[in-house]
Every structure is written in structure tokens, then in C-alpha cells.
């Protein structure tokens, strides 16, 4: 499948084949891909939940407006970011790069980040999402569907997931085999609306 | 080329051809598979702002660590955010849907996001970031590159594009014709680290 065909036949599925299984090597591929996103700094924070257990999937269900693709799914990934990413060695980000990189890169993340907790958090939700629309497209060329899902008691859910204080909870995204097509795709807004040419009127 | 090769070859590249001019069917292209990520009640609460006038191509790149990629690009994209989305009539959004799906969505929307400033700018900076890996991906897949870049003045670019106060600066991508390759890829972190399988162990 080309990648303009798997972007567009990406939608959201909610309705997946309850007794699929997905093999254990395809779990990894997705991984694999997924963890080729970008990230900043290359600090990869994300965190990937991967959730197969079918009594927890019905746990979180129920903190998700009892939504059904929750426990259908073969796969219930949660996007989550670790907001200390900034903190750690550098090197475990920057080892690869020339001597004369790391001298410049390496020191410019911590202070980057530190002390200004609004960015951090930005950057866990951003770097989730670049992980998790990675995730949804090679899923969907691996022949999967999946649905980005922000309704549910996030709270419920950290708790379920043992979330730990310093890690941000993004987004959950089912993963699994359509056993009911999605809905028609909804309208896009007009380009007009959407794309801002050089910069917005002035006030 | 197949989505895992997109995945695979889409690195951050830096330098591009200067001379490049991006046709506008490759940009109307773009613009269109972007616009096909998903977002949270189909809000399409992403904003893409496209510059490809040189002198400000070259105004941003001085507020971006004079970072060369900023004016090469063919076209620099800011991915920003309306933080006002959900305050819209929600038929914008819905009007597709069957009466039944619009009775129940509809009113959701506002309810969801209202008053909830922290949601509302996550919702903003999710959004954009998922739009902006389809954008990357769609790009490579049509033979362009890209690099998504968080370092910059985000109050300097702000005020050069005229950001409006109700929406969100998320990141830059510059899209290009590659010039120079990427530097090696980062390495990347162990499964350890950033899976989680079904929890975080306890404390």
C-alpha cells in the first residue's frame, strides 16, 4: 500500500473482531515503526501501554463511556510521556553523534527544558502524537485499523495503568481488525479556513 | 513506496536545495493528505501556516538559531492551533453525520473543552502534532523531506505571522528538497524503556 493510500484509507474504526489475536510479530513491527518517529532531541519520550489483557481493556471500557472498540480491540495502546525525559544523560540520546554534536547538543537539553513545566508537558503531548499517528498509519498499512480516543476519565485510567506522578497520559489508541467499517469521513473544513497563507490578518 | 519504506526513510533533514520551488499541485497534494488526520470530534483544531516568502523564510531563521533549513525550505509550515475550535457550531464538524449521531455529538463538544484551559491547549498541541507526522510522512511519500523543529523563539515567530491570542504555536516544519542527508539516525531506545506492558509496576 503506497502512503497516500494508507493515509487515506485511515479512519477511525470502532468497531473490531473481538477474538483477533495479534501475533506477537507484528506487535513488535508496529513497535519498531512507531519508534522511528521523531522526537526532540531525539529524547524519544514518549511511553507506549501496551494493553492485551482483555479483563483490563474491560476495566478501562468502563472509564470510556463503556465504548466498545476499548475492549475489541486486539491491541489498546496508551500514549503516555515521561515529563523527566530532559533530565537524563544526554549520551543515552546523543551517543551516536560526532564528539564535536554531542559537545554542542548534549548540554542544551536539560536547560532547554528545566523549570518550564508548560513546555514539558507540550512536549510530552506533541512527541505522543508524533509516535501515535506513526503508529495509527503503520498499523493501517500492516492492514489494521485503529481510533485516536481522548473520551475517557483520564484519571481512571492513570489509575488502572499504575501512571506514575511525573508521566503525562495523551491519548489511547485501539488497535485491531475492523469488523465494522467507520463512519462516513466527516467533512473537511475548507482550505481557507485551515491553511493561513504567510501570515494571519492583522487585528 | 510502501508506508514501512516511508516510515524507514523519513529522516530530519537539514539542509535543502535553496533553489527548490514547490509546484502548487505537490502543495495542494500535501495539504489535502494532511488534512485527512484525524482529530479529536473532527474538530480540525490544527492551523497550517505557509510561508514561502523568502524574507520571511529568513526573519524566522534568525529566530530559530539561524538554523539554515528555516529559510532552504521550499515551504515552512508553523503548525498552530485555534483554541477556540470547540466552541463552534458543532454542524461544522458533524453536519455529515446521521441525525441520531448529530442529536448525541453535537452537544458534547462544547461541554467536553469548556473552561478546561489545560485540555484545550493539549487538545491544540495533539492536533497539531497529529497532522504534522501525516503532513512528514505524506511529503517523503511524494519525495520530499522534512524536520520538525521545536528550537525557535516561539513569542518572535508568533509575532511575525500575527498569532492571533486564542491560538497555539506547536512546532515548524520545513519541506524540501533534500540537499544534504540527515545525520546518522539516533539510536534508539530499548523496548524496556518506552513499552510498558498492561502497567507501570507499582511503587
Redesign the interface.
Known sequence: ????E???S?R?VKHFDPEHVMPEADLAEL?R?T????S?F?M?N????????KA?QREIRAAAWDQAHVEEASVLFIM?ADLTAHMADPA??????PQA?QDILGPMVKP?YEGKD?LI???G??????A???L???A??MGYDSC?M??FDAGAVAK?????SD?VL??MIPVGKEAKPA???????A?E???????????
Chains 1, 2 share one sequence.
Open positions: 500500500m503506497t502512503t497516500t494508507t493515509i487515506e485511515r477511525s513497535i515503526l519508534k522511528l518517529a521523531p526532540s531525539n524519544q514518549y511511553r507506549l501501554v501496551v494493553i492485551r489483557d483490563r503516555c543515552l540520546y546523543w551517543g551516536h553523534a554534536v532547554f508548560q508537558r507540550d512536549e503531548i506533541r512527541s505522543s502524537a508524533l501515535g499517528m506513526t495509527m498509519l503503520a493501517r498499512g485516536p481522548i473520551g488502572i495503568i499504575n501512571l506514575p508521566h495523551s491519548f463512519w462516513d469521513r466527516g467533512p473537511r473544513l482550505d479556513k485551515v491553511v493561513i497563507h504567510e501570515q494571519f490578518p492583522g487585528a
